[in-house]
């Protein structure tokens, strides 16, 4: 079945400091790329919509400028959370559609934590 | 734009016996509708889906229903096993590309032994 790569699993930083957080599908090709916020006990909130090749759609009150997203090719998505404070410690998920399959195949997704 | 409610927001069923949740979606332009389960820590993990033109579809203990005139759907596992037990979501999208889904505020099952 259809595999996404997320890294890192987990990851601490200090404020001010910016972290890059990978997906790669391993076996298809992800023409749309989803990166989700997840806080504890709660649902999936989608932050942004990339697709391959153009910049990426953001929701309602995410700040793209804070928030990095680069999908350059259609194996590989990065979001890149910029001068991180410790409001933005969260676990990120990062899922993709690829033209070939027929659903949603989520990252195992990050877990950033800034001190 | 969608929104989907999923209830009970938690459930305690005792081993072997079966548990049901339930979601509504508002857009009846939505045509797909997946189940995520996850565990502690991890991403979501598609368990099961059904589309607007079936509606029922059954993978072993699990089974999904559709109800597309009253918008709602709903995940039934029977014979439940302890490791069962994780937080399950439900979702509601149109399919094809670039299409966001929305997803329910999960359902968290414990499976009591």
């Known amino acids: 079945g259809a595999v996404v790569s997320q890294h890192p699993s987990r990851v601490i930083c200090k404020s001010g400091t910016s972290v890059k957080i990978e997906c790669r599908s391993l076996?298809?090709?992800?023409?749309?790329m989803f990166w989700y916020r997840q806080f504890p006990k709660q649902s999936l909130m989608l932050m942004a919509t990339?697709?391959?090749?153009?910049?990426?759609?953001?929701e309602q009150g995410v700040e793209k400028d804070k928030f990095l997203i680069n999908h350059a090719s259609l194996t590989l998505s990065t979001l890149t959370v910029t001068s991180a404070h410790p409001e933005d410690s969260s676990f990120y998920i990062c899922?993709?559609?690829?033209?070939?399959?027929?659903?949603?195949?989520f990252g195992s997704g990050t877990r950033l934590t800034v001190v | 734009g969608e929104n989907v409610e999923q209830h009970p927001s938690t459930l305690s069923v005792q081993e072997g016996d079966s548990a049901v949740i339930k979601c509504t979606y508002s857009?009846?332009?939505?045509?797909?509708f997946p189940w995520y389960k996850q565990e502690l820590g991890k991403g979501p993990q598609l368990i099961i889906d059904?589309?607007?033109?079936?509606g029922e579809k059954k993978d072993q203990r699990i089974a999904v229903t559709l109800n597309k005139t009253a918008k709602h759907f709903s995940l039934h596992i029977t014979e439940t096993q302890p490791e069962d037990s994780a937080v399950y979501f439900c979702?509601?999208?149109?399919?094809?590309?670039?299409?966001?889904?929305?997803f329910g505020i999960g359902t968290k099952l414990q499976v009591i032994p």
């Open positions: 857009d009846s332009a939505s045509n797909y």
């Open positions: 979702a509601a999208s149109l399919s094809g590309g670039y299409q966001k889904v929305t």
């Open positions: 076996d298809f090709q992800a023409t749309t």
């Open positions: 899922s993709a559609e690829g033209t070939d399959n027929y659903g949603y195949t």
């Open positions: 059904i589309r607007s033109n079936v």
């Open positions: 990339s697709n391959e090749g153009s910049k990426a759609t953001y």
